[in-house]
């Protein structure tokens, strides 16, 4: 697996997280069940949060398999 298959296999599960987290905290607010909305906006934040990191590692310096040439 190479390493930009890894990443968007971690986004995915970011995404399935983000998608879950949506279904629980619509449930919640439908059915008046404070904890469920809660961990729901939980389950939110950390799903996108996953996606990011996993979908922009690629920006980071050092990270990169290809070299950039140095422009004198």
């Given at each position: 697996m190479k390493k930009s298959e890894r990443r968007v296999a971690i986004a995915l599960v970011g995404v399935a997280l983000w998608l879950s987290g949506l279904y629980t905290t619509i449930v919640g607010l439908l059915y008046d069940r404070p904890a469920e909305f809660r961990y729901g906006v939980l389950a939110i934040f950390f799903g996108v949060?996953?996606?990011?990191i996993a979908?922009?590692?690629?920006?980071i310096p050092g990270l990169s398999s290809k070299k950039k040439p140095i422009s004198r």
């Amino acid at each position: 697996m190479k390493k930009s298959e890894r990443r968007v296999a971690i986004a995915l599960v970011g995404v399935a997280l983000w998608l879950s987290g949506l279904y629980t905290t619509i449930v919640g607010l439908l059915y008046d069940r404070p904890a469920e909305f809660r961990y729901g906006v939980l389950a939110i934040f950390f799903g996108v949060a996953i996606a990011v990191i996993a979908l922009n590692l690629i920006s980071i310096p050092g990270l990169s398999s290809k070299k950039k040439p140095i422009s004198r």
